[in-house]
């Protein structure tokens, strides 16, 4: 199988990830925090090196750094953590349904007041709709760096500023841009969510949530965490406030390699590799008739994409493709926002390439997809 379907979690994974899973497994078996005995403490030092190396990837402080189950867990834990006593929360029209559905359900049950700025191709207007909706008691704007369906940059580092000028937290849904984009807190971002298993190549069952400690995030997870076990309430400090209970130490380990990888094989590199297999792609199948793409020639994109080809629907394009031997994710996306903003009511095929696929495999998807339209047209 060719796998296209990078966005939702990359695959291959680089060797050196690989081998930080086995090493984990073989040499850090103990409970990080949990005990002085040499097991333990290897594995608590295997932890906190990871810990710095994502630290100082995002330009933040270790103790800010905080390993979660996956970036919906961050973000989670980030939205009803700032929102926790109430208030009026933003949210962009093209979020993914980790931010959207607990924004929604927190609305739902009157525990605060929400509204969705639309999102357009032209930055100005974007950050201008999130502006209008700003008021007194606004207290946080959530917004992704990049679309999951189709992979439109949102103007985050405007939209930073915008929270700085009414001291509103800015929390950030880095699931598609890290790892591709080089995103750091000092951009104005107060808290970064993002996944451990996409760009940064970690295994499954990863996220970080990293902030700048300008706004308390009140827990919504209350347990051991190695540290003033004799309280009966939660420990204040980070990053023992936010992570209960034993820490995946094997997937943590292989964010800290996925990182290092990043750094030695350079993220521009990493980002022009997969732009490029982008445009062939476009570019190959530009003269087909009846293929549409979902971008805006005014906006700016990450390598995602998101297409459909009439007379199929996205779910039987995949399923074609997939008996062909190429993975690419069809229908919603778990983004309801985005495709209602998109006006695609049957949803998309999504073309996601990572810096391990090549141009003949593209070659090979695109030769495929024109053997659709003319089954279409036989």
């Given at each position: 199988m060719t796998n296209f379907d990078n966005a939702a979690t990359t695959y291959p994974k680089p060797l050196s990830v690989r081998r930080a899973a086995i090493e984990a497994i073989r040499n850090y078996g103990g409970n990080a925090g949990r005990g002085g005995h040499e097991l333990a403490m290897r594995t608590s030092e295997a932890l906190y090196s990871a810990r710095e190396t994502a630290a100082a990837f995002f330009g933040a402080q270790p103790e800010n750094t905080i390993f979660t189950l996956n970036c919906t867990h961050a973000l989670n834990m980030a939205?009803?953590?700032?929102?926790?006593?109430?208030?009026?929360?933003?949210?962009?029209?093209?979020?993914?349904?980790?931010?959207?559905?607990?924004?929604?359900?927190?609305?739902?049950?009157?525990?605060?007041?929400?509204?969705?700025?639309?999102?357009?191709?032209?930055?100005?207007?974007?950050?201008?709709?999130?502006?209008?909706?700003?008021?007194?008691d606004t207290k946080a704007i959530v917004c992704t760096l990049a679309s999951n369906v189709t992979g439109q940059l949102l103007p985050y580092r405007e939209i930073a500023a915008l929270c700085r000028e009414y001291s509103i937290c800015f929390i950030a849904d880095g699931a598609q841009a890290c790892g591709i984009y080089d995103i750091k807190l000092d951009s104005g971002i107060?808290?970064?969510?993002?996944?451990?298993?996409?760009?940064?190549?970690?295994?499954?069952?990863?996220?970080?949530?990293?902030?700048?400690?300008s706004f308390p995030i009140s827990p919504i997870i209350q347990g051991g965490t190695g540290s003033d076990s004799l309280r009966l309430f939660q420990p204040d400090m980070l990053p023992d406030s936010l992570e209960s209970g034993t820490p995946n130490i094997i997937g943590t380990m292989t964010v800290g390699a996925g990182i290092r990888y990043i750094n030695s094989y350079g993220i521009d590199n990493i980002r022009s590799h997969e732009e490029k297999l982008c445009r062939l792609f476009i570019s190959e199948l530009?003269?087909?008739?009846?293929?549409?793409?979902?971008?805006?020639?005014?906006?700016?994109?990450?390598?995602?994409?998101?297409?459909?080809?009439?007379?199929?629907?996205?779910e039987e394009a995949?399923?074609?493709?997939?008996?062909?031997?190429?993975?690419?994710?069809?229908?919603?996306?778990?983004?309801?926002l985005a495709h209602a903003c998109l006006g695609t009511k049957n949803g998309t095929v999504r073309f996601a390439p990572s810096v391990f696929n090549t141009e003949t495999e593209v070659k090979n998807l695109v030769y495929f997809v024109k053997t659709m339209k003319n089954l279409q047209n036989s």
């Open positions: 939205i009803q953590g700032i929102m926790k006593d109430g208030g009026h929360l933003i949210i962009s029209s093209m979020e993914h349904n980790s931010a959207a559905r607990p924004a929604f359900t927190l609305a739902a049950e009157k525990r605060i007041s929400l509204s969705v700025a639309e999102v357009f191709a032209d930055t100005e207007q974007t950050v201008e709709s999130f502006r209008r909706l700003i008021r007194s107060n808290i970064l969510c993002t996944a451990g298993h996409k760009g940064l190549y970690g295994i499954t069952g990863t996220g970080l949530l990293i902030t700048d400690g530009k003269d087909t008739d009846g293929i549409t793409f979902y971008r805006d020639s005014k906006a700016e994109y990450a390598p995602i994409l998101s297409f459909n080809i009439d007379g199929f629907s996205s995949a399923s074609f493709l997939a008996d062909k031997g190429f993975c690419l994710r069809a229908g919603y996306h778990c983004a309801a």
